[in-house]
């Protein structure tokens, strides 16, 4: 059964930095992407970054510039930095395979200002 485990979530202040993990387990296949999304209250999920197996990257456009998501077999890994109060979600850890796509249970994010 595929897992994925979330670490590194926090509180921070505007302006600061925090880097989010993810380890992925029980897949006998290759996952063609991983990534990160996030959800505040009230709204939906939304794209954060994601990342294939061969490295290619894609940004939500609120982010861009300021995330950076990498990538080493079955962990993944998004550097977070001039965090605002309005990143402020609950982050969830994203993996695709040929099988499924799975979630991990989210690790909370909190920017204050």
């Known amino acids: 059964q595929v897992q994925l485990v979330e670490s590194g979530g926090g509180l921070v202040q505007a302006g600061g930095s925090l880097r989010l993990s993810c380890a992925a387990s029980?897949?006998?296949?290759?996952?063609?992407?991983m990534g990160w999304y996030r959800q505040a209250p009230g709204n939906r999920r939304e794209l954060v970054a994601t990342?294939?197996?061969?490295?290619s990257t894609n940004y939500g456009a609120s982010v861009k510039g300021r995330f950076t998501i990498s990538r080493d077999k079955n962990a993944v890994y998004l550097q977070m930095n001039s965090l605002k109060p309005e990143d402020t979600a609950v982050y969830y850890c994203?993996?695709?395979?040929?099988?499924?796509?799975?979630w991990g249970q989210g690790t909370q994010v909190t920017v204050s200002s």
């Open positions: 994203n993996a695709l395979n040929v099988v499924g796509n799975y």
């Open positions: 029980g897949s006998i296949y290759v996952f063609n992407a």
């Open positions: 990342i294939t197996s061969g490295s």
